[in-house]
């Protein structure tokens, strides 16, 4: 649904990328994909008692502020520049062999 995925049905089927891994923004595909609601409060329908005079949720807001912000200077094509390492660490897992 977001664009970065195509499933091909059928015996050879399976998913493949539809866009160039140097198009794809890891800390993008992170706020997509994942919910940022991390306590109540982050939330539109969330209530907490305490709420005016919690502390809590500024710290957490800028903590995961800074997550993302961090996510946001990588690329999967960075994170998949060791394809070899990785080829060989999946042939050797367990989970390959069963």
């Known amino acids: 649904k977001l664009g970065y995925v195509e499933s091909t049905r059928g015996r ?43 502390r809590l949720k500024g710290v957490l807001g800028r903590a995961l502020r800074a997550f993302i912000r961090e996510l946001e200077q990588h690329t999967l094509e960075e994170l998949l520049d060791n394809r070899d390492e990785l080829a060989l660490l999946f042939a050797a897992s367990p989970l390959q062999r069963s």
Do not use: A, Q, T, Y
């Open 12 to 54: 050879s089927g399976g998913l493949r990328l539809i866009r160039d891994p140097k198009d794809i923004n890891i800390g993008k595909v992170v706020r997509e994909m994942e919910p940022m609601d991390i306590v109540e409060c982050f939330g539109s329908n969330g209530h907490c008692v305490i709420e005016p005079g919690c």
